[in-house]
C-alpha cells in the first residue's frame, strides 16, 4: 500500500507539474483526488490492513492529499499567469504597424459648384438662407403672382400632399423670395440654394427631384442694370472673363420685366456645336425685376423699393461645368462615376 501510494504521488504530481491548462489540471484534480479517484481507492483497500498500520498509512495518505492539492494549486497559479501573459502578448498593440486605410470621400461635384457660386455671392454681400421643401400653395404660387388656373399648377406637374392643393413640393425655390421679404429687415440680399420637385419622368436632362439657386436683392433704387451687372460679374467669374451673356425678354408671373439669361457657348464661341447644341448660346437662368404685386403683397411699398431676382437649375451649370452628357449621373451616386471629380 505505501507502493502504490508512492507511485501514485509520483506520477500524480509530475503530472500536474506538466499539465498546460486548467481544463486538463480539473480533470487531473477529479482523476486523483475525485470519489472515483486513485487515491480513493488506494484509501479503500485499507480496511485490509491491521489496527496497528491503519494510522500511519492514514497519515501518509492524508500527507499524500495534501501534497497533491498544493501541487494542483501551484500550477493553477502558474497556469494563470501563463494565460495571463500568453494573452497579453497576443492583445498587444504593435504601435509600429501601418495603420488601416480608410476610403475617404470627397465632396460631390455638384456641391463643388454649389460652393463656388455661393463663395462669388459672399464675396458681394449676399447672405445664403435655407428654407423648407415642403410648402404651401400660397407660397410657391399665390403670393408670386401665380393665380389660380395657370398651368404650373396643375396635378401633372405638381407634388401635392393634399386633395385641397394647398400644401406640396416646393416646384421652385422662388418662395424663397416671399420668405426673405416677409421676416428680414430691408435692404435684403440672399441667395437660397435647394432642392425643387415636379412631375418630371426621368431621362438624360430631367428629374422629378433637382436643385435651383434663388437669388434676390431688394432695395431703394435697384434696377435692371444693376441684375445685368451682378449676374454678368457672377458669370466671368465662373467661365472666366470675357464671357459673352444675352438677355432674352421672357415671362415670370412674379417678374417684371422678365428674361432669361443665356451664356455664349464656352466651347465653339457662339458657332454652334454639340455642347450648345448647335445653339451656340446655353440657357442659364430666368431672371426679371420682383412685380410690384408681389412686393406689395408682402408689405413692401413698391413706390419706395425695387428689387430683382433669378433662378437657375444647379444640375445644367454642373454638367456644362463637368462636360457630363447624363443628369441621371449626378443623382445615381455610383462612386465610380464620382470618385472621377
Ligand atoms: N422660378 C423660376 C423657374 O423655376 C425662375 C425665376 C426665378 C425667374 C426668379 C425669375 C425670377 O423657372
Known amino acids: 500500500m505505501k507502493e502504490l501510494m508512492q507511485s501514485l504521488r509520483e506520477s500524480s504530481i509530475k503530472a500536474i507539474l506538466e499539465c498546460e491548462s486548467a481544463e486538463l489540471l480539473e480533470q487531473l484534480r477529479v482523476k486523483y483526488l475525485g470519489k472515483k479517484g486513485e487515491l480513493t481507492a488506494i484509501l ?27 501541487a494542483l494549486d501551484k500550477r493553477k497559479t502558474q497556469i ?19 495603420g488601416e ?25 449676399f447672405e445664403i438662407v435655407d428654407g423648407p421643401e415642403i410648402e404651401l400653395a ?4 399665390s403670393k408670386l403672382n401665380i ?28 418662395p424663397m423670395q416671399i420668405h426673405a421679404m416677409e421676416t428680414r429687415e430691408l435692404p435684403i440680399r440672399i441667395i437660397a440654394p435647394g432642392r425643387v420637385y415636379r412631375k418630371d419622368e426621368v431621362d438624360a436632362t430631367h428629374s422629378p427631384m433637382f436643385h435651383q439657386i434663388e437669388g434676390m436683392v431688394i432695395d ?26 444675352r438677355f432674352r425678354p421672357h415671362h415670370f408671373p412674379f417678374t417684371e420685366p422678365s428674361c432669361e439669361m443665356d451664356i455664349q457657348c464656352h466651347k465653339c464661341g457662339g458657332k454652334g456645336c454639340p455642347t450648345c447644341k448647335g445653339e451656340g448660346w446655353i ?14 403683397g408682402c408689405g413692401i411699398d413698391p413706390d419706395v423699393y425695387s428689387g430683382w431676382a433669378f433662378g ?18 449626378i443623382f445615381e451616386n455610383d462612386v465610380r462615376f464620382l470618385e472621377q471629380f
Do not use: C
Request: aromatic content about 6%; hydrophobic content about 40%.
Open 44 to 70: 479503500r483497500q485499507m480496511g485490509k490492513l491491521t489496527a496497528e498500520e491503519r494510522p500511519a498509512m492514514g497519515q501518509l495518505a492524508n500527507k499524500l492529499r495534501a501534497d497533491i492539492e498544493e
Open 147 to 174: 393665380e389660380e388656373g395657370h398651368p404650373s399648377r396643375e396635378w401633372t406637374d405638381t407634388f401635392y400632399f393634399t386633395p385641397d392643393s394647398k400644401i406640396l413640393l416646393r416646384t421652385q425655390t422662388s
Open 101 to 125: 486605410k480608410y476610403a475617404l470621400g470627397h465632396k460631390h461635384p455638384m456641391y463643388n459648384v454649389l460652393d463656388q457660386i455661393k463663395d462669388i455671392f459672399i464675396g458681394m454681400g
Open 80 to 98: 494563470n499567469s501563463l494565460m495571463l501573459e500568453k494573452k497579453l502578448e497576443e492583445e498587444a498593440l504593435d504601435v509600429t504597424m501601418p
Open 220 to 245: 431703394k433704387g435697384v434696377t435692371m442694370s444693376d441684375l445685368k451687372a451682378t449676374l454678368n460679374l457672377v458669370v466671368e467669374k465662373i467661365y472666366g472673363k470675357g464671357t459673352v451673356t
Open 312 to 329: 437657375m437649375g444647379l444640375e445644367r451649370l454642373a454638367l456644362g461645368e463637368y462636360k457630363i452628357t447624363d443628369m441621371r449621373l
Open 283 to 296: 440657357e442659364v437662368l430666368g431672371a426679371g425685376m420682383v412685380h410690384p404685386k408681389v412686393l406689395a
Open 138 to 141: 400660397d407660397y410657391n404660387f
